[in-house]
C-alpha cells in the first residue's frame, strides 16, 4: 500500500527522458507508468472528476470476502446481496462490470445466516426463509449462492418443505461499469440503464459495456427494472440451479494464470504437530495462484500483483521480493518476474540506466518517500543469484545475466565517490534498508558474475567491505539500553534514531553456495542487540512487529509505516533471527503471527494493527489493507521454510539444512516443494533434527 506519489522531477531516479518504461498490466488492461502509482491506494485514491467533491476515506475491505482471480474479482459484504455499495461487485481487469445482484426469492430476500471463502477465487453465501405458512419458526427453503471471481455466480434453491412449493426467484441487476480508481475516489458515476440481451441484461457506455446471462434463461427480463425473474416448482427435498455469467461483451470466459495446469507454483503440502501449519501454507498458495498475472505480450512470463482490491496491477518491488521468499516452490515464477522486469530496464545513457523503475512509497512521518525502483534494481541481481541456487536452469541463468550486470553498474555508478546509497537520488537520505538491499546486492552479484567468468566481482566486494565497516560504525548508535541501528542518515550525516521494523533487512544476508549466508552488516555483538530489540515488548506486539517501535515518536499502531504490523517484515525478521541463530526471539515472532493468522482465516493481510496482544484478544484488522496481498502470502511459504532452513545449490548438486533446533512448532513436515528442479520433501522431527525425504537424484546433502 503505497502512500501519495509525490511530483515528479528532472531529477527522479524512476524517470527517463523518453517518457517512462510500462510493465504490462492485467489481460487485456492498459500497461500502466511506474512512476505513478497503478491502481488507487488506500492512502491516495485517484482524483474524480473536476468540480466533484471526492469522498471522505476509502471504502473499508476488513470485512468483505475478496474472491481473486486475476484480472478478475469478485468483492462482497458478509450479506451476500450485492448492493452496489462501496466496493461490492465483480471486477475485470479493473472496471466493476456487476455493482448490484439482489436475490429475492417469494418476493423477500433470504435471511442471511453464514458467509464463508471456500478458496482464494470463491465465496458460499447461505440464507434462509419460511415458505410455508404453517412451518413455524423453522426455515424450510434454503438459498445458496456461490461466488467466483472469474464472473460466476450459482444460486440454489432447497425446499425442505413437507409439500411442493411454488417459488418465484427475483434477480436485481445493475452496474455503473465504473474504474476502481473512481470508486476508491468515492465518485463511481450513477447506475447505467439495461437493456434486454441474449439471455440476461446488457449495460453499454462508449468506453466499454458488460452483459449477464443466465442459465437457465429468465422466464422475464425487464430492463427498465433490471430485473430477471423465474417460476419454479419444487417437490420435497427438490433443488433447482441458476447460474449467471458476467463479462464484458468483448472479453471471453476468464482463464486466471493461477488455475491453469501450467502454475509456475508447486501445491506444497505440510502436516506436522501445530495444526495451523497446513491451513496457513495451503492458504498461502491458494492465494499466490490467485494474484499471478502473465504478461500478455509474452504469455510464458508470469508474475504476481502486490495485491486486491487496490494494488492488482504491477508493483516490481513487491513482485520481485514475493518471488525471492517463493523460491521453494520453484524458480519458475522468479524467472517469469525477472524477464518481465528486464524488460522494463532502464537502457541508454545518464544516471538512470540500469534501473528497474517503480513508484515512490510513503516511509512515514520520519522519512521522506522512498523509491521502490531503487529496492527494486538491487533486488533483481539478488534474486537471480538465489533462483540460479535453487535450480534456475543455466540458460536461463545465463539469458538473464545482463540484466543483473546493469542493475550491478547502475549500483556501482550510484555510489561511486559515496560509501553509501542515498535513496532517492540524488540528495535523499542513506536509509538504513538501502544500504541492506545494496550490501546484499553487491556480494551475491560478485557471487554471480564469478560464476559465468564476468568482470566486475572484485570490484563490488571491496565496495561492499568499504560499506560494511563505515556502517558498523556511522549506523550505530550507542545508548544506554545497548544501541540499536540508525534508520537513516541525513544527507548531512545525523543518524536518525527511530526504531522501526526496517531495520529487519539487516538480518536478510542472501544465500552463497555450499549452504553458507552472505556476511551481514553488522556484527555478532550488534546483531545480538538487534535480536533482543526485535523480540522486546516495543517491537513485538504479541501478533507480530510493529512497523514503529510503541516508544518511538509518531507510532500509530494503524500506521502503515508507523506501527501497524506489516506479516512480509515480521517473516523475514522470523527467517533472519532463525538463521542468525536467536531461536527464542524467532518462536516468538512466529508464533504471534501464527495466532493472528488464525484470526484472519489463513489469508494473512498485508498488515494489521499493531495493539498489544493480551488474554482473549483478537488482532485488529486495518481497514483498508490489502487481503490477498503478494508478499503476505509469499510470508507463510517463507515462515515455514525457514524453520527448515533449507539451503540448495543446485549447480553444485547439494542442499544443506539447518533447521531451528527449539523446533518451535514441534514436528513439521513440507512435501512437493521444489530444489533443483524436482520434488523435494523434508522433515523435522520434535529435537529439531531434519530429514530429506524426496529429493532429485544426485542431490546430496551437504555439511
Known sequence: MHQPTPPATADDNHRRRDGPRRFPA??????????????????????????????????????????????????????????????????????????????????????????????ADSARFVGTLRASPAAGPDPDVVVERIRYADGTERITLRSFALHPLRLPLEVALGTDLADLSAIASGTPGPELPATVHDSGLRWATPTGNASVTADPPPADALASA???RWQFELPPGGTVSVELRVRPDDAGPLRAVGRAATSPLAPARAAGDDPRVPALLRTSIDDLQALLLRDPAHPSDTYLAAGAPWRCGPSPADALAAARMTLPLGTRLAAGTLRTLARTQLRGPGSQSGMIPGPR???????????????????FPALLAEARRWGLPEQETRELLPAAERCLAWLRAAADYHTYLCDPQPGGPARSETQAHAHRAALLGADLLDAYDRPGGTGLRQWAAELRKAFRTDFWVEDPGGGRPAAALTPDGRPLTHLGATAVHLLDTGLLGAGRLAVGLLDKVQTEQLARLLGGPAMDSGWGLRGLGAKEAGHNPFGHRAGAVRVQETALAVAGLAAAGYDKEAGGLLRGLLAAAEHFDHRLPEMFA??????????????????????????????????????????????????????????????????????????????????VEEAADGLQLGV
Open 26 to 119: 492485467a489481460e487485456g488492461a492498459p500497461g500502466q507508468p511506474l512512476d505513478r502509482a497503478p491502481r488507487p491506494t488506500p492512502s491516495h485514491p485517484a482524483p474524480g472528476p473536476p468540480g466533484v467533491r471526492r469522498a471522505d476515506g476509502l471504502p473499508p475491505t476488513h470485512t468483505a470476502l475478496i474472491c481473486v482471480a486475476l484480472p478478475g474479482l469478485a468483492i462482497s459484504t458478509e450479506q451476500g446481496q450485492l448492493s452496489g455499495q462501496g466496493l461490492e461487485g465483480f471486477y475485470r481487469a479493473g472496471r466493476r462490470v456487476l455493482a448490484r445482484c439482489q436475490v429475492r426469492v417469494a418476493g423477500r430476500e433470504p435471511l442471511p445466516v453464514q458467509a464463508r471463502m471456500t478458496g
Open 226 to 228: 433490471g430485473l430477471l
Open 361 to 379: 512509497r510513503d516511509a512515514g512521518a520520519h522519512l521522506p518517500p522512498g523509491c521502490t525502483g531503487t529496492e527494486a534494481t538491487l533486488l
Open 610 to 691: 499493531g495493539e498489544q496482544r493480551s488474554d482473549g484478544t483478537a488482532p485488529l484488522p486495518h481497514p483498508a489493507a490489502c487481503r490477498p496481498a503478494a508478499t503476505a502470502a509469499a510470508s507463510g511459504v517463507l515462515l515455514l521454510t525457514a524453520l527448515v532452513g533449507i539451503r540448495p545449490d543446485a549447480p553444485a548438486g547439494t542442499v544443506t539444512l539447518r533447521p531451528v533446533h527449539s523446533a518451535p512448532l514441534g514436528e513439521l513436515g513440507l512435501t512437493g516443494l521444489r530444489v533443483a528442479g524436482a520434488p523435494f520433501s523434508v522433515r523435522v522431527s520434535r529435537l529439531g533434527l531434519a530429514m
